[in-house]
Structures are given as C-alpha cells and as structure tokens.
C-alpha cells in the first residue's frame, strides 16, 4: 500500500490491509513482530559529528591556513606580540564556528520532542498505555482533546474531532478531522481530513485509528529526512572572503619576492632583505581582517536585537543585506494570527468593523458612520448570539513595562489573547467591542444544553434560560443555517423567510466567501413555555436568521510598506502558504505583493510542473497556496537556481527544510517552533515581517563597511609594498625597516579598520539593487580605488624619502629619511580612511560622523608620536624626533593621495548620474 492512499481506503479495506480486528487490536507478539520489522516510532537524527569533530573542522578554512602561516613567519622573527594576537583570533574565530554549528546540529533533537512520549492503544482486547517509539503499523490508538498525535494515523471513529496542524501544514486554524474515505488522487495534506499525523495536537473532540506510518516514514519522518540530507548554503561573505584570501595571498607573495630579488641584486643585504621581505609578506595578508569581520558583524548583531532580529549565525546579516528574494510563510508572520471578525451582514446592511487583533476596541461602522449598537435591535441581537453561542474566552494579562515605561507610572498596555477556538474568539472580540462579553451575561443567561459543532451538522447551538423564557443561540456555515430558518430579522422586524431573502444572504455569504473571508452565519428563536429542546433537531428549528459575519487573518499594519521598501531595494517577495489559494490572493492584494500581471499557483500545480517548467515561470509567481514541505524546498532550490540570494521565512516544523537550504533562514520568535529556530540563522522576536526590512538595511550597511575597512586595509598594504619595491628597484636605501612595518601593520592598520566597522551607511543605500550572488568583493571600483590609492601613498611616501636622502649619504641622514618616510605613510594612510567612508569621495561626507573613527585615528596618531619622541623607544624603532619643516613635508605629501581623487570627483560630480534601480525600472539621480 502506498503512502499517499491511506485516506482513500473505506474502513473495511484500511481494517483488511492491516489484518485487524477492531474490537481487539493487534496481539502483544504481533506488535513485537512488527517493531522488529518497522523499526522504532522515533525520527532517526541521521550522522552525528562529535563536539570535536566539529571544532577541528573550524580551522579548514582557507583564510584560516594563511593565518596559520603568517603566525609561524611572526614567530621566525621573533614578533611574539604579533604572533600571539594571531593565533587568539584564529582561536576565537574556531570558538564562534564550533558554537554556531553545534547549536545547528540540534534541529532534529527539537523535532524529536514534538513526538509522543506514550500512547494509548488497543492490545488483545485492552486499551494499554504504551511508549509511543513501541507503536506500530497496525496498532489502533485512542485520541481526545489535548493529546498530541503518535503517529500517522488513518482515523476509523472521529467525534467532534479538530487537530492543530499548523506547524505542518500552515493552515492558520485547527482543522475538522471525520472518518470518511477520500477517494480522489493527490489529495494535499492540510485536506487530508481524515489522516491525523505525528506531532499534530488534537484540539477538541476524540477518536480512534489506525497506526498506518512511523518513525521516519511519517509526515514527520519526511521533514526530518529533508533536514538530514538539506546542506546548509555557504554565504556570499564567507564565498568572498575565501575568493579574497586567495588571490590576495598570491599576489603579496609574488610582490614580497620581486622586492627582496631586486634589494639583492641592486647591492642591499641578504638577510636584511629576507627580514623586510618577510616583514612585508606579513603586512601584506591583514591578519586582522577575520576579527575585524567578526567586530563589525557582532555589533550589527546587537543593532538588530535593539531592532527585534536575534542572529544566530554572524555572516547571515551580510547574507540577508543581498537578499534578492524573501519567501515568507503567510498565517502569524503576513498576518497577525488573529481571527477578527471585519465585516457583518445584518438585514440586507453591510457593517464594517475596526479594530486589531483581540483587543476589545473599534467600532461598528456603515456608511462611514458609527452605528449605536443600542439603538440597533437586529445587530444587538446579531452580536448577542454571537457571544452566546461561544466557549472562548478574552483574557487580559498586564504586559511588563518596558524603557522608560519602568520609571513612569502610567499603567503598561494590556495584552490581550484568546482561549479556546479561533474562530469562537473573533465572535467573542466582536461582541466586547460593543461592550457584550460572556462575563456580562452570565448574570442574564444560563446555559442549560449545548448541541456542538461537528463536521457533518457544520453547526452549534446552545439553549440559555433568562427571566423571560429561554432562547436558542445557533451559528454555522451560512447555507446549512439557513435551511433550519423560518425568519429573518429585516428592516428590525421579524419576516418570513423567503426563497428571495434566502437569495440575498448567499449572495452577501459569496461575496463574503470572494474576500477571502471565512463566514459565519447566526440565528436564534425564543422558545416557548411548553415547547421542548432536547434535541438537536427540536432546538434548531423555525430558527429566526440574525445575520453573517465575517473574519479573517488580518494582515499586520506594517507589512504593506515593508514590502513597498523591499520593491525599492530591488527585493521580490513571495508568499507561501498552506492556506487556500483564495485566502493567499485576498492577502496578497491587500499587500500589495500581488503585481499585475503576477502568478499565483497552487500546491497540486507545483507537483504537476517538472523541474525545468519550474525554473522557467518561478521569477513570475508571487503566490503559492496549499504547499507541502517538499514543494517549499523545490520553490527556494528553484530560485537559487536563477541566481537569487534566497531568503526564507516561516514558523512551523514544515518550514524547517526550506529555511536550511535558503541562504538565509528566517524564523519566528514567538509563534515559532523550536525546530524552525534551530534550523535558522535569523529569528524575528517580534514575529513581524517589518523587522526583515531592517535586518536588511543593517546587512547591506555591514557589508559596505566591510568593503570599507578592505579598501583601507589593502590600500594602505599596496602602499607600503610599492614603497618597498620602487625603492629597491631605482637602487635606492630601505626606505621602510622591518619593525616599522609591523607597526604599522599592527598599529595604524588596526584601529581604524576597526572603527570603519561601525561606520554608519550612506543615505541612498536601500535603494540600490542587491548585490548578485557571484559579485567579486573588489566589484563596483573597488579594485581600482585600492591600487590606485595604494599607488599614490607609495609614491608620495618615497618622494619625502628621496628628498631627506640627498642631504648626505650618512647613518644620521638614512635614519631622518626613514623616519619620514614612516611618518608620511602613516599620516597618509590616516587621512585616507576617512576618503574610505563613502563611495565618492572625503567631501562627500562629514568627516566627524563617525566618532569612533576619529578617536581611532587621534589614538594612532598619538602611538606614532611615541615611537619619534619617547627617547627610549627610538632605537628600537630606529626613529628620530622631526622639526618643522620636516612635518611640512610629511603632511603636505600624506594628503596629496585623498585630495587628488577627491579634488577630480568634485569636478567630475556634476557630468555624471547614477542610476537608481527598482523594481518596475530605473530613474537616474544626480
């Protein structure tokens, strides 16, 4: 029998395949034959790496070994400090790694405890509590309100059954369960309604069933194979890093052996060049740079706890800032998974109702108008039944304050939430908003019967006694209602009910139903002294038809122009969703995710499309309704297919395969569940889809600064080398010793790299399009500032160098021309990094925004003056204390660098235009 016909089997076949006697169950040695045969009912968690395993894999990396080696090179000349600082960030740097992945391998371990722990089943005869990882194929088990399903199981019995099954199928409300067979093909699993499956908790009634599948064969079993064999993405950062680390360790190894070549041939010492080549050989590899990395990833992190995004793994902040397409789940993260009713038909009049969430505050408004519930019998009594009809109940809890609120004594704004079903809490929230709840009338109503909902009566009622008699309160689905009606309440009086009206109420029900929102209809009768009720059938009948409501999801206020802003950082969002295709649409419009012309497709229209089908429409679908696990896998490896950087959000366990194999998983805080957290790199504390928008702004502005801080880094490094290299080459002295370098490597380097790490972003940078997914590092100029620059503090450092050189050919003068050499490549490296803050030039930016930077660049300039005026550190460094004129010339020559290209981008600003581009195009911006 295969997996997907379960549901199609009547109870006799389902009974037959099993070889099973219903009254008795399976026997004890039979169950013990099938364990052995089926295995245990537990989610095999696959391969697991031992905690040393995992940290030794941390110190693979590329960029890793070339740290490794500039160590060894520090430590063969005896730069202990510098090899020490080394090998703390390679440690740090593994520490992190072995963190972040350990926490990653306990996805499945969360998914395990969504399972059972017992289970009550029918053995020989007698129902037996037995470990849930004992059941199997075959065991018939007994299920009520409150239990948590053990297994998959086809239902044989189903008495007012409704199942929670949103973590699985992301229907946003508890679903009706029945026993009746399917019989058609490809049946999605949120419609299975007659299938209970592992992990899914029972909500309301009780059933009996058959165990069908376990263990890894399960629904379940499924997602946590797809976790076991999804490899995570490797993000762009670490994709560019690596490409960086390569090419920059070729190129400073290649230029490092061209200087010492050319300083022997042209006379200089063997080993004196040995040590300056290897000196520059580790000055050229920035061995900070991985901790600089970390620094300015780690800070944006606790930006984005202040902005509500938790980050678990530090390069998905710059995964997330090039994010090209985000597919976001619908119910609790689009919406606010809370049913509220919006809109109320009464009597041939449309009603609209305001108001968020369950808070008991809005209006009842027509026409633009705010109608006096008082004065209005039929909504009055509309509402009444609403309320009465009802087990849920509005709960109010005092939020704790918060900030300032804490000193403030002002009360904390209530939170307010439902218990019970949903779709019973939205009456009950409608009904408080016209100041009606259940507390008020207790006093007035007793219940005395109760006929509840099923799914094949698609109706409640309940018969309440008060001083004037008693009163039947009935709600259900509008066109089954509506045939146990005599009456209408039409224009506030009481009318037959005729075929016309009945007309009129579908058609309100369908234009309702057109809305995507899910009605209700509710009616009531006074029953009279000698009349009797005690039957369903009795009560609800000659009913008198009070109106429609109808509720839905709303979506949160702040999505619609969160999405707006992801439109204009060039960013596609998608909705995928297991609610139904009408309710995605209706959400989708309101929005403004849908554009005209966009697709819509539904998960039995996925299964039908091969992969290369997928691949050709996927960049047009906006919509997809009714999605299993698998389909959201396809749609996410599709994308990425296309070239997008694929960012994927959602909260239940069926999102956990897609969220690992996005570039960036994105899970919800609160509505969440821990399989998702864990299988994330980014979770959202506040549930709203509004906080990606700001993790996307602060990912976009961490990978500009690191782009910064590489400019820098490498322009100053290219300087220093070609210093090197043209002095050698012309013949000339070692216009820079080893120990400077290293000091500057160590010194000057460092700090200000650092403080480029928190630089703030420029103005226009949400309004760009996403970087690709194989942009180069060095893109967009990057390349050409760097050697360009570097150029240019070379050259302008060698100048004061040669200068100083030909006022005499003695020790004393080779010092004082080394030393102001070493002053002017610092000085000009200093003034440089601020022409680094932004894309065009210094002028461009206020040069004192960043306070961090210029208390970094005052502090390196005042380690620089000790190395040339604190006597006893002058014949380490080989320094000597410079005059007047020699700080003219070494300034004059330091800003000649960033004065030159900012000086020819003034002149140059006016003739040129960058273009902007959006979604639906480009305009052009001066």
């Not at 009360?411 to 908003?433: C, F, M, Q, R, Y």
């Not at 012309?597 to 997809?624: C, E, H, N, P, W």
Request: charged share 25%.
């Amino acid at each position: 029998m295969s997996q997907q016909s379960w549901y199609q089997l009547e109870t006799e076949a389902l009974l037959e395949a099993h070889g099973l006697d219903p009254e008795r169950g399976l026997s004890e040695s039979e169950a013990k034959r099938r364990l052995e045969e089926a295995g245990p009912n537990e989610l095999s968690e696959g391969a697991r790496l031992s905690p040393l395993t995992l940290f030794l894999n941390q110190f693979k990396d590329f960029m890793v070994l070339v740290l490794m080696g500039a160590t060894l090179i520090s430590g063969l000349l005896g730069e202990y400090l510098d090899a020490v600082t080394i090998l703390a960030i390679i440690v740090i740097n593994g520490v992190l790694g072995f963190i972040q992945e350990f926490r990653a391998e306990r996805s499945l371990r969360a998914l395990k405890e969504l399972s059972a722990p017992t289970a009550k089943t029918l053995r020989d005869g007698e129902w037996v509590v037995v470990p849930a990882k004992e059941l199997v194929p075959g065991d018939i088990v007994a299920l009520e309100s409150g239990d948590r399903v053990p297994a998959d199981v086809r239902f044989l019995e189903a008495n007012s059954v409704y199942a929670e099954e949103s973590a699985l199928t992301g229907e946003s409300v508890p679903v009706s369960k029945s026993a009746a067979a399917i019989p058609e093909d490809d049946v999605p699993l949120g419609d299975q309604r007659n299938m209970g499956f592992l992990g899914t908790m029972i909500t309301m009634g009780t059933a009996r069933g058959v165990v069908v599948r376990t263990g890894m064969r399960t629904e379940m079993g499924k997602i946590a194979d797809l976790i076991n064999n999804t490899e995570e993405a490797e993000t762009p950062l670490q994709r560019r890093l690596e490409q960086f680390g390569k090419i920059l360790i070729g190129v400073a190894l290649v230029l490092t052996v061209l200087v010492v070549v050319a300083g022997i041939m042209h006379g200089q010492p063997m080993y004196g060049m040995f040590l300056a080549g290897v000196s520059l050989a580790v000055a050229a590899i920035p061995e900070g740079l991985p901790a600089i990395v970390t620094v300015a990833l780690a800070l944006g992190v606790q930006r984005m706890i202040k902005r509500k995004a938790i980050v678990r793994k530090l390069p998905s902040v710059e995964t997330l800032g090039c994010a090209s397409v985000i597919c976001s789940d619908k119910t609790g993260t689009l919406t606010q998974n809370k049913m509220t009713v919006t809109r109320l038909w009464v009597g041939g009049r449309l009603l609209d109702v305001s108001g968020e969430g369950y808070e008991p505050a809005g209006d009842i408004v027509e026409r633009g108008a705010k109608t006096g519930v008082k004065d209005d019998q039929a909504l009055r009594r509309l509402l009444q039944v609403g309320v009465l009809c009802n087990d849920a109940d509005l709960v109010q809890e005092e939020a704790e304050p918060q900030g300032k609120k804490k000193r403030s004594k002002e009360p904390a704004k209530p939170i307010w939430s439902i218990k019970g079903d949903p779709t019973e809490g939205a009456l009950t929230v409608l009904g408080a908003k016209a100041g009606m709840t259940r507390a008020s009338l207790a006093g007035l109503y007793r219940r005395i019967s109760e006929y509840p909902f099923d799914s094949e009566r698609k109706r409640m009622s309940v018969v309440v006694e008060h001083q004037g008699g008693r009163l039947v309160c009935a709600k259900g689905a509008p066109d089954v209602l509506i045939e146990r009606c005599s009456y209408i309440l039409w224009d506030g009086k009481l009318v037959p009910f005729t075929s016309t009206l009945k007309q009129k109420v579908m058609e309100a029900n369908e234009a309702f139903a057109g809305d995507a929102l899910r009605v209700l209809g509710l009616a009531y009768r006074d029953l009279k002294p000698n009349e009797t009720a005690d039957s369903a059938e009795e009560a609800e009948r000659g009913l008198v038809f009070a109106g429609l409501t109808g509720m839905i999801d709303p979506p949160r206020k702040e999505v619609r122009e969160a999405i707006q802003k992801c439109r204009k950082a060039g960013i596609k969002t998608v909705m995928i969703t297991g609610d139904h295709l009408t309710t995605a649409e209706a959400i989708a419009g309101q929005l403004g995710m849908l554009p005209k012309g966009g697709r819509t497709v539904t998960g039995m229209q996925l299964a039908a499309m091969s992969d290369q089908q997928l691949l050709k429409v996927v960049d047009d679908i906006y919509v997809y309704a009714r999605v299993s696990p698998e389909h959201k896998l396809r749609i996410v490896k599709a994308l990425q297919e296309r070239g997008h950087v694929v960012a994927m959000t959602g909260d239940g366990v069926n999102d956990a395969p897609a969220i690992k194999a996005a570039d960036i998983g994105i899970a919800m805080g609160i509505s969440g569940t821990d399989v998702s957290k864990e299988a994330s790199a980014l979770i959202l504390s506040d549930d709203n889809f509004a906080t990606i928008v700001a993790a996307i702004e602060e990912g976009r502005g961490i990978y500009e600064n690191i782009r910064k801080f590489i400019r820098y880094l490498l322009a100053s490094n290219v300087g220093e080398i070609l210093v090197m290299f043209i002095a050698m080459m012309l013949g000339m002295p070692l216009p820079l010793l080893p120990i400077m370098i290293l000091w500057v490597n160590l010194v000057t380097d460092g700090l200000p790299a650092m403080a480029l790490g928190v630089d703030q972003p420029e103005r226009d940078l949400m309004e760009h399009k996403p970087r690709g997914r194989s942009e180069n590092i060095f893109a967009r100029r990057l390349g050409w500032k760097i050697i360009s620059r570097g150029f240019l503090i070379g050259v302008c450092t060698l100048i004061p160098f040669w200068l100083v050189l030909q006022q005499g050919d003695d020790a004393a003068t080779l010092t004082h021309a080394q030393t102001v050499a070493f002053a002017t490549l610092v000085m000009a490296q200093l003034i440089h990094v601020f022409d680094c803050r932004s894309s065009r030039s210094i002028f461009h930016r206020n040069l004192f925004e960043n306070k961090a930077l210029v208390l970094a660049v005052v502090s390196s300039i005042v380690l620089m003056l000790g190395v040339l005026y604190v006597e006893p550190l002058q014949p380490i460094f080989k320094t000597m204390a410079l005059g007047l004129t020699d700080w003219i010339l070494v300034l004059v020559f330091a800003a000649i660098p960033t004065l030159f290209f900012g000086i020819g981008s003034l002149i140059s600003a006016p003739k040129k235009k960058r273009t902007i581009r959006y979604d639906g195009g480009a305009r052009s911006a001066a």
